[in-house]
């Protein structure tokens, strides 16, 4: 546990540490500048709760259908000791995987705790990695620090390569058509996958083993052509691994938001709990949309205030130091003087409203003309 741990678990109020799985790790990623949901997420804070509380409930979520759908396929994949899985590692994937010793994690002893399964985990990896059996792992359960609160991870399947290496194998249930996938779904899979990629990485260092022995090169099985039929992909993780690896160090200096806070903060469901909220700083973007439980609060509180980052990310960005559309647009028509560190913005900003006029002088006279 960090320093900050008691302060984060006063922050959570009463309500339990909700643990993060591999899509709220990678959804971090999602938007690195974000204080409020840097702060919520390593105090555990349930999201999804604060935001119903609000009045502003999530934009997203599965429906039951793609979780029945999703459950399904990956229960066909994993059939008789994986089979088809290998199969498809073999023959489309070209590894070369020979005669496979397969174990389940899921269940240790009759019982499911995530310590004992974790303890499993290691221990038969520890034992692959020494060179004794072990090709393919069913549920393993993987840990990550976030900001001093453990996270456990359970990829779908680690495949065990005979050069040595492992491979995250992620089942997912979105279609492959004409060898073509929805880019952002891929997207999403492969930052998933690289969050298991690093955990694992973490726990093989711990074992006393190379990192490397863990493969950036991860294997995506979704249906292919509108049938059930399994089709393999492999995807190079390394960018969505650098990204993870950066915001998880961004993650453990949490401390720095914690000290910044009013003493007395909580994010417990109750009367103040609006107040709360605003009183920790958001970078609202439009794709905080698809990733963050806050994003309908956020974009009302930002559209509100006119934040720049209501627009579109690039250009907050290319803003940067102006918080407010009414304060761009002063400084484009003059009538808000630029501090120097903004003289230059500024300069630009009157040349594009100046260029702007003019278009549109020239409009106005062709159209008369
Ligand atoms: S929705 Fe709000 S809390 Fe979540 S990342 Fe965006 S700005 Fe931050």
Redesign the pocket.
């Given at each position: 546990m960090t320093d900050t741990a008691p302060a984060l678990d006063r922050l959570r109020g009463d309500a339990p540490p909700r643990n993060h799985d591999a899509r709220t790790i990678a959804a971090l990623t999602?938007?690195p500048g974000?204080?409020?949901?840097?702060l919520?997420d390593a105090a555990g804070v349930d999201?999804d709760a604060v935001a119903r509380h609000l009045g502003f409930p999530a934009p997203f979520g599965q429906s039951q259908f793609a979780i029945t759908r999703g459950n399904g396929f990956e229960q066909q994949v994993k059939e008789n000791g994986c089979a088809e899985l290998l199969t498809l590692l073999r023959e489309r994937a070209g590894l070369d995987v020979a005669e496979v010793a397969y174990d389940d994690l899921e269940v240790v002893a009759g019982g499911e705790g995530r310590e004992l399964r974790h303890a499993r985990t290691r221990a038969l990896l520890g034992r692959a990695l020494d060179g004794d059996a072990g090709t393919l792992f069913d549920h393993p359960l993987l840990k990550l620090d976030i900001a001093g609160q453990p996270a456990y991870l359970e990829p779908d399947v680690i495949a065990f390569q005979l050069a040595g290496r492992f491979h995250v194998v992620e089942i997912k249930s979105f279609a492959v058509i004409d060898g073509q996938a929805e880019p952002e779904q891929v997207a999403a899979a492969a930052r998933q996958a690289a969050v298991y990629v690093l955990a694992l990485r973490r726990l093989v260092a711990e074992l006393g083993h190379d990192p490397a022995r863990v493969s950036h090169e991860v294997f995506l099985v979704c249906p292919e052509n509108f049938s059930n039929r399994p089709t393999a992909t492999a995807l190079d993780v390394r960018p969505q691994l650098a990204t993870v690896e950066r915001q998880l160090a961004r993650l453990t200096r949490v401390d720095r938001l914690v000290e910044a806070l009013p003493d007395g903060l909580t994010f417990a469901l109750g009367e103040e709990l609006p107040e709360t909220v605003r009183a920790v700083e958001?970078?609202?973007?439009p794709?905080?949309?698809a990733?963050?439980?806050?994003?309908?609060?956020?974009?009302d509180?930002?559209r509100a205030c006119g934040a720049t980052?209501v627009l579109g990310r690039s250009v907050r960005d290319d803003l940067g130091g102006v918080d407010s559309v009414a304060a761009a647009l002063e400084l484009a028509d003059g009538t808000r003087e630029a501090p120097p560190e903004l003289a230059e913005l500024a300069g630009q900003l009157r040349t594009a409203a100046r260029l702007r006029a003019e278009a549109l002088q020239l409009a106005a006279a062709g159209g008369v003309a």
């Open positions: 999602a938007n974000c204080a409020r949901r840097g919520m999201k958001a970078r609202y973007a794709e905080c949309m990733s963050c439980e806050m994003a309908i609060f956020c974009r509180e930002a980052g």
